[in-house]
């Protein structure tokens, strides 16, 4: 099924335990025109993932009930939602950590705290993918 990108933004779902560093992302995005479903764990975040179908997700390694690794795998291994844009955000910047983080499927990594910058052009190259 072919589903573009809606014209004023992304669907993201940002996964934090951290309450702030989601509401940070939170305002930050909607500010952009994005759509943003959070999640405070690993299978919140699975769930959300597969609930609301985000064209985003950026999700933090260190989280309780399952690591962001441990859901970019998931998401990675199933069919319908290989079109999602996985970032790893994280306060790990250790060679090893990365490379853990890419092998998981991970698409990106950026460090806390995340230059918006940074994270604000690569919406915009997302938003410019064709429809998964």
């Known amino acids: 099924m ?10 993201v779902l940002v996964a934090d335990d951290d309450p702030d560093a989601r509401a940070s992302l939170r305002l930050v995005l909607a500010l952009l025109g994005h759509e943003v479903t959070e999640a405070g764990d690993g299978p919140s975040a699975l769930a959300a993932a597969r609930a609301t179908r985000p064209h985003v997700a950026l999700l933090d390694l260190a989280m309780p009930g399952g690591s962001g690794l441990e859901v970019a795998r998931q998401l990675r291994q199933d069919p319908s939602r290989q079109g999602i844009l996985l970032v790893a955000v994280t306060g790990y910047s250790q060679e090893e950590v990365v490379a853990q983080a890419y092998a998981a499927g991970f698409d990106r990594h950026f460090l806390k705290p995340i230059d918006f910058t940074a994270l604000q052009a690569l919406l915009s190259d997302r938003a410019s993918w064709p429809g998964e």
């Open 2 to 11: 072919s589903e573009g990108v809606p014209a004023r933004g992304l669907r």
